[in-house]
């Protein structure tokens, strides 16, 4: 019985973390510049596909291809804001829907571009170092990709920490405060959202590889991840990473949970309720500045 | 006179630090009270307490004998408090009639008599020849006046001046203190907030002075440049802030 | 009185009475079944996405869960016409009906948030109903329903062949959606509503009740999602919890209403005649291999339009505000 309980906790522990990487990309970039970036769950399909090619072609274990995908999204993250975002901010009319229909219109079309070069079929990675093991310690299965993905997460928001606590990140947290201040003391504005976009995507790039070491592949992947990180930022309260790690956590728990007892269909019902409650309460999320 | 407004022992702190102590003073109708004080003095938050936008904790505001703190600003824009923004809050989607009709549907539930008093309004406040302006394209002198003919189309009986004048030329601010007076000559009375004493003391019948949150002192413009503690206040606050 | 804004309404009268009379005529002529199905469709998504436009447009509400009033309301009139017998020409009625009071339940929490964070929570409430209806064995499941067909009938909105029928009954509720949109814009209700999209705390001072300004746009808004999901129901002859409560849709409900021009009376309308016909053609042209090149166009115009256009293609034709200056930049 206990090995059940704890079958299920950890299960829900290990999907949480994924989920409060996915959504800590989002968050720092809506605490940034207070965009909500629709295309989110399409830059983790992108890393997704770019971990299966790396490994289709290059025969690279997801754990190697790490760095190197995290550095193409940022890449790609820069891109993004250089070239749309950066121009969705300057607009002076209707800038909030805007900003939200560039990112979901860049989001159908990446999603359009991977069916076209990848085709809708599901894709696997299926061999590797972890690939479909597990390992058993009292009675508890742990499957190693997972827990794999649970450490590399792990990892990530302590580097997210770090960083927040470098030079790079007190600017990071200045231009948060006060967007237009800044310029004054010599903070390039337009840099640092830029490498707020790049470290966004890498973050979720990171999710995305992880996660493609023991997920299907497909272009359509993203949007479910998408709407559980948009639940889990706004649950946990934008731009805040803590409000991201908690929320995520407590999702994949709710998830884990309602799977075992009630439905796995309904998995995601009680997690949307439990959103919707905390909102009447914190209407900011868990860890929003009120 | 007939005390307007009576605020009473009004006390309010934001997150520990408090804004307003024991504020008492009355507003007699018709007449022009100046609110001034040095840079965190309390106004703003007075002010806001008295348009409704903030509850104080303790004590109480009454507008003729009602009592009205604590009722939201929508109630106290219906009991006749009009407000407006130090920092100009437009309606930037609609022409400058448009905004002033948005105060205007207060009073008159149809469209027809809210565009007329509305044009109206603007005619007194001399925006008339803006009217299909769309409000964004106004000069910054003539959106505060926007700001005004907005409030006074809810015909108020109380008038709430924000920092009306603070930062115009000498030219715009003195067509700013003729609109003023037009106002009152209408019969509406007003409380302004000023930072700057020297714009609000020729202006206003009687003013009160805050100072950290208190009344520092209550009395006529030539009571009020020769109090030793308000001198003090003001000199104070210019050294800390140079 | 005449001034520029009673002229302005009146020529707007007059363009839609127009407007009405070449749409009336515009299917006469044309005998192929495929364009005037996709007209059909054009003339549903103008009046869907100016239904949104009364929420998301004039109160400024950006609602991302319209799919669920959209799907409810088709599956209330379906429901009645399958389980009870009532006829669909009422149903859909009620169709609304239902359709705006779970906008209105549905705003009573959300509409206590500001921002993406309203944006996010219709997006999830929207979600509930979609998984709720995908497990819910009454209304079919993932399944769906099948509506029988009992003979051409103009109570019960069906036609074997004909699809001028559906075009008049699309038409008439593209209208409705725009002549309510045409009263709100001169209503004290308008006013108030544009008031609370432009600036919360100014509205309030001006006596503006903010929070039943948003109920009443939401509710005016879900009937006439409601309304439209019902027709959609019986011109396809069947509903699914995919086609009709998915967020997609949920997406290509506003977006006309985005691009088109947003809070405007002609946006939503040239929004849908730009948009729906360019993602129909470029889906049966493109998408039947299944290679994503109608969605990467589709993605492109989108971003295009509204990174060139921000305040919809609208303003294109110079009609209406806007024409020179930006908005924050007033002369000094």
């Known amino acids: ?242 409000g991201a790690l908690v929320a995520g956590v407590l999702i994949g728990e709710v ?36 | 006179m007939a005390a307007l407004l009576r605020v009473d022992c009004v006390s309010k702190s934001f997150g520990g630090v408090a804004a307003n102590v024991d504020v008492s003073f009355e507003v007699a109708a018709g007449e022009i009270l100046g609110l001034i004080g040095p840079n965190g003095a309390g106004k703003t938050s007075l002010f806001n307490a008295i348009a409704g936008e903030v509850t104080p904790d303790r004590g109480e505001i009454r507008l003729v004998g009602e009592r009205i703190s604590g009722l939201g600003p929508v109630t106290c824009a219906e009991r006749g408090i009009g407000r407006t923004f130090q920092v100009v809050r437009s309606f930037d989607s609609m022409t400058v009639l448009e905004n002033v009709m948005v105060g205007a549907y207060a009073r008159h539930r149809r469209t027809a008599p809210a565009m007329k008093a509305a044009m109206e309004t603007l005619d007194f406040c001399g925006l008339a020849s803006r009217a299909d302006r769309p409000a964004y394209n106004l000069s910054p002198p003539e959106k505060r006046r926007l700001e005004v003919a907005r409030a006074l189309a809810t015909k108020p009986r109380l008038l709430l001046l924000d920092e009306m004048l603070t930062g115009l030329t000498p030219t715009e601010a003195q067509s700013g203190v003729q609109l003023i007076r037009d106002v009152q000559a209408q019969g509406v009375t007003i409380i302004m907030v000023e930072h ?47 | 009185m005449d001034n520029r804004i009673t002229r302005r309404r009146r020529r707007e009268l007059v363009v839609g009475a127009v407007l009405l009379v070449a749409l009336i005529l515009l299917p006469l002529p044309i005998g192929d079944v495929y364009t005037r199905n996709l007209i059909i469709i054009s003339i549903l998504f103008a009046g869907l996405a100016q239904a949104w436009n009364i929420l998301g447009g004039y109160c400024g509400q950006i609602s991302l869960g319209h799919s669920l009033y959209f799907g409810i309301g088709g599956y209330v009139s379906t429901l009645l016409f399958v389980q009870a017998g009532v006829p669909p020409l009422i149903g859909m009625f009620a169709g609304g009906l239902v359709g705006g009071l779970v906008a209105l339940l549905v705003g009573w929490p959300c509409f206590r948030l500001s921002g993406h964070y309203y944006a996010i929570a219709t997006v999830v409430v929207a979600e509930i109903g979609y998984l709720l209806f995908l497990n819910w064995d009454f209304v079919g499941g993932a399944m769906g329903v099948y509506i029988p067909f009992k003979g051409d009938s103009w109570l019960a909105l069906q036609f074997r062949t004909q699809k ?169």
């Not at chain 1, 790079?168 to 003391?185: C, K, M, P, Q, S």
């Not at chain 3, 509204?306 to 924050?328: H, I, M, Q, Y």
Request: hydrophobic letters at 55%.
């Open chain 1, 1 to 242: 019985m206990t090995a059940i309980i704890l079958q299920v906790v950890i299960g829900g522990l290990l999907m949480g973390l994924i989920y409060a990487l996915v959504a800590a990309g989002l968050s720092l970039i809506f605490g940034l510049m207070d965009i909500v970036n629709f295309a989110h769950g399409e830059l983790m399909m992108l890393a997704m596909f770019a971990a299966f090619v790396l490994w289709q072609y290059a025969g690279l274990d997801p754990l190697m291809m790490l760095p190197v995908v995290a550095l193409l999204l940022f890449g790609l993250g820069v891109l993004i804001y250089r070239g749309l975002i950066a121009r969705a901010l300057s607009v002076s009319f209707n800038r909030g829907m805007v900003q939200i229909f560039v990112t979901f219109g860049l989001a159908i079309f990446i999603r359009g571009a991977a069916q076209f070069v990848f085709g809708g079929e599901f894709k696997s990675i299926n061999t590797g170092w972890l690939a479909g093991r597990t390992a058993q310690i009292g009675g508890v299965y742990l499957p190693l990709p997972q827990v794999a993905a649970s450490l590399v997460c792990l990892v990530a928001f302590a580097g997210l920490l770090a960083i927040s606590r470098t030079e790079f990140g007190r600017a990071l947290e200045a231009t948060r405060e006060d967007r237009d201040a800044v310029a004054l003391i010599g903070i390039d504005r337009d840099r640092i959202f830029a490498l707020g976009w790049g470290l966004g995507a890498a973050t979720v790039g990171v999710a995305g590889v992880m996660l493609a070491g023991f997920y299907y592949v497909a272009p359509n992947v993203g949007a479910n991840f998408a709407l559980i990180a948009y639940v889990t930022v706004a649950l946990g309260g934008f731009g805040s990473l803590l």
């Open chain 1, 255 to 290: 998830e884990a949970v309602t799977a075992a007892l009630l439905e796995p269909s309904l998995k995601q019902v009680s997690v949307f309720g439990i959103y919707m409650v905390v909102l009447m309460f914190r209407p900011r999320g868990l860890f929003g500045k009120l």
């Open chain 2, 196 to 242: 700057v004493m020297e714009i609000v003391l020729p202006l206003v019948s009687r003013a009160v002075v805050l100072n950290l949150g208190r009344v520092l002192t209550i009395g006529s413009p030539e009571e009020i440049v020769r109090n030793p503690d308000v001198i003090r206040a003001y000199l104070g606050d210019r050294y800390a802030a140079a």
């Open chain 3, 164 to 332: 001028l029928p559906y075009h008049y009954v699309v038409l008439a509720f593209a209208a409705a959606t725009w002549l309510a949109a045409w009263c709100i814009e001169g209503s004290r209700w308008g006013f108030s509503w544009r008031a609370v999209k432009d600036d919360v705390v100014a509205a309030r001072s001006l006596g503006v009740r903010v929070f039943p300004s948003k109920m009443a746009a939401a509710a005016i808004s879900g009937f006439f999602t409601g309304m439209g999901g019902a027709i959609y129901a019986q011109y396809v002859g069947y509903i699914d919890p995919d086609s009709t409560m998915s967020g997609q849709l949920a997406i290509l409900i506003a977006l006309p209403a985005v691009l088109g021009g947003v809070g405007t009376l002609w946006g939503p309308f040239l929004g849908a005649a730009v948009l729906t016909p360019l993602s129909e053609l470029s889906r049966s042209y493109l998408g039947g291999s299944g290679r994503g090149v109608d969605l990467m166009i589709y993605g492109l115009v989108i971003v295009v339009v509204a990174l060139a256009r921000p305040a919809g293609l609208l303003s294109l034709f110079g009609l209406r505000r806007r024409a020179k200056g930006a908005p924050d930049g007033s002369p000094a």
